[in-house]
């Protein structure tokens, strides 16, 4: 089966400006997940959608990040406007099931430098 | 919320030689402990997996050990090769909330 798609593979702004990421999940898989991965650093959960609902987004900076999952299967997560500290590269994932204790399938990950 | 801490950061080892790879969590109501391989350029791949009602399971090199009462869980990976070198990331989750380890850079040495 296809994996987890990300695009664009490689994104350089200025600060201030804004940029979104797009996501296809597994096929049939129900949930979603947007992490942020700084360097050095393990994979921080951003939100969580479980079909087309926010499950969790309680570490997502919603001043200035948003998420959507379009009808329950492609996702996008925007930044706007973009600080420096927002460089690193956003992972997304999914898994087949809604109740936990599922293996998480990752993309090749969007790799974000703010400048 | 789940804290998991891992340790070694950086861990070279001989060809052939075994390494392990600790971590420890500290929410008792996490369940499931899955392992991740980071090569570079690329998103994390899992490579082992276990459950809380298991202690042990094995995968041809890759072993990992769970201990409930302590809350820690092990990678250990023997007979090393060169292309075992990348980052590895313990993960502990309950529900479908996953907390990672801050990772363990792996380099196997030829």
């Known amino acids: 089966e296809a994996g987890v798609a990300q695009s664009p593979r490689y994104k350089i702004i200025e600060k201030r400006q804004s940029v979104a990421f797009w996501c296809n999940p597994i096929?049939?898989?129900?949930?979603l997940y947007w992490y942020q991965q700084i360097l050095g650093q393990g994979p921080k959960l951003l939100i969580q959608f479980q079909n087309n609902g926010v499950v969790d987004d309680s570490q997502l900076p919603k001043d200035r990040f948003s998420a959507e999952r379009l009808k329950g299967v492609d996702s996008t997560l925007k930044i706007q406007p973009a600080k420096l500290e927002d460089s690193a590269v956003y992972l997304c994932?999914?898994?087949?099931?809604?109740?936990?204790?599922?293996?998480?399938?990752f993309g090749p990950g969007t790799r974000l430098l703010v400048l | 919320g789940e804290n998991v801490e891992q340790h070694p950061s950086t861990l070279s080892v001989q060809e052939g030689d075994s390494a392990v790879i600790k971590c420890t969590y500290s929410d008792s109501a996490s369940n499931y402990f899955p392992w991740y391989k980071q090569e570079l350029g690329k998103g994390p791949q899992l490579i082992i997996d276990?459950?809380?009602?298991?202690g042990e399971k094995k995968d041809q090199r890759i072993a990992v050990t769970l201990n409930k009462t302590a809350k820690h869980f092990s990678l250990h990976i023997t007979e090393t090769q060169p292309e075992d070198s990348a980052v590895y990331f313990c993960a502990a989750s309950k529900g479908n909330q996953f907390y990672f380890g801050t990772g363990t850079s792996l380099t196997v040495i030829p």
């Open positions: 096929s049939g898989h129900a949930t």
């Open positions: 276990i459950r809380s009602n298991v």
């Open positions: 994932a999914s898994s087949r099931s809604t109740s936990g204790r599922e293996t998480q399938y």
